[in-house]
């Protein structure tokens, strides 16, 4: 009972904190397109906003991993990036566009710590036989984020032209009283281990681990393909229907195959995460390359659905191999670290995307799919074959309590 309990404390308080970062793009996104005048200001705007996470990140991370008060260092960061939202709110459009990226930055180091960082806290508030649904009950938790977030920032743009900003700021303030409830304890230390030599076991466990370097390489440089949709997306609806507002219907198609497919994850769990992962990157690829296609609003909602669908099992999948690869010690820099170079990678796609703009935004999108090909190609090279049987995971679940003192043991729970 007491794992159950745990678990929707957490999961209510992540489903709020990352609705808040769901959003906050599309809605800086927006608000620089209606205050600034053009979209190429706002993609550099998001952009410095999560670019920021590739130096924070693995920093945030083994700093949580260190932590003797983490409640107090994750209520921080929902209070930072809270204060910096209500900072470019009050500033667009009142100061120089290099002075907003400047605070989107500073603002944006706190992005880790309510992503990959909150998922390391999961292990120790469940049993072992819940984890693996636990991993997919968080996957779930970005789907609903995405339903509630950026469609109803995008309505807001209605309201006035900074409104979208102000809604993060709503959703943060009622996460950190959530926060209070989440059972969270401070790991055990290591104290013959420095910050810096936890950084560098962290980066070696991710250099070293070979299912763990496939999946971050495929995840990471095909998540940067996916900012063209983001990118595109308010143009898209433009073209399509002469008005912003259609922006949110897209983003909602988007967040309710996100919905369906973590519903779908809780009642299948997925039980091949290094298949999982290379499949939903293909199937991504694919949608997004109907949305490039497409000439039709009904086409642009069939394309964001279907990326939708592939959204929570290739987190799940992504969350089981950091898990199963990543010793207890550097838990937290690994979740971090990868989440990190994800959101840097969307960030620096946003930035050339949105430079992309002047040629259209179907070589926009077309790009973004190339860059799933690409990701598909290294990371199959970087990784090592995937194997049918699942023995080896059995096996490996076996050595639960082998101690973090080897460079990369499994997590116990993996399945």
Not at 49 to 64: H, R
Not at 68 to 81: D, K, N
Not at 372 to 377: K, P
Request: glycine share 10%; hydrophobic share 55%; net charge positive.
């Amino acid at each position: 009972m007491s794992s159950r309990r745990n678990l929707l404390t957490y999961l209510a308080t992540a489903t709020l904190a990352r609705a808040a970062t769901e959003s906050t793009g599309p809605a800086l996104l927006l608000t620089s397109i209606a205050v600034l005048g053009n979209g190429a200001s706002g993609s550099y705007l998001v952009a410095s906003l999560t670019g920021a996470a590739a130096i924070g990140g693995p920093v945030v991370g083994a700093v949580l991993d260190r932590s003797r008060r983490p409640r107090l260092a994750f209520g921080g960061a929902m209070v930072g990036l809270a204060i910096g939202i209500v900072g470019i709110a009050l500033f667009i459009g009142h100061a120089p566009l290099p002075a907003i990226m400047a605070l989107a930055a500073v603002t944006g180091l706190a992005y880790p710590a309510l992503t990959g960082a909150w998922t390391a806290q999961l292990p120790p508030l469940v049993t072992p036989a819940m984890l693996p649904r636990a991993y997919s009950a968080d996957a779930g938790t970005y789907s609903v984020a995405s339903i509630i977030g950026p469609p109803a920032a995008a309505a807001l743009i209605a309201v006035s032209v900074k409104a979208p900003l102000w809604l993060p700021v709503i959703l943060l303030l009622m996460a950190l009283a959530m926060l209070r409830f989440v059972p969270l304890e401070p790991r055990a230390r290591h104290a013959h281990h420095s910050l810096l030599s936890d950084l560098r076991h962290g980066a070696a466990t991710i250099v070293r681990r070979l299912p763990l370097r496939r999946t971050i390489l495929i995840t990471t440089i095909a998540f940067a393909g996916q900012a063209a949709v983001f990118i595109c997306t308010p143009l898209i609806a433009q073209q399509l229907t002469g008005s912003l507002a259609f922006t949110g219907v897209i983003f909602a198609a988007l967040a309710a195959g996100g919905v369906i497919a973590a519903g779908l994850t809780l009642r299948f769990p997925v039980t091949r995460p290094d298949a999982t992962i290379i499949v939903t990157t293909v199937i991504s690829g694919i949608a997004l390359a109907v949305i490039g296609l497409a000439h039709s609003a009904a086409l642009v909602l069939i394309g964001a659905f279907v990326i939708g669908l592939t959204e929570a099992p290739q987190l799940t999948a992504m969350f089981l191999i950091r898990s199963r690869e990543s010793p207890e010690r550097v838990r937290g820099q690994v979740f971090t670290t990868a989440s990190s170079l994800r959101m840097s990678a969307f960030a620096i796609g946003s930035a050339v995307f949105g430079s992309m703009l002047v040629f259209g935004t179907s070589t926009v999108i077309w790009a973004g799919v190339g860059l799933h090909v690409i990701g598909l190609a290294l990371g199959l090279a970087a990784g090592p074959p995937i194997r049918r049987s699942s023995v080896r995971r059995r096996r490996q679940t076996t050595r639960a309590a082998a101690p973090d003192s080897t460079p990369a043991g499994p997590r116990t729970l993996a399945p």
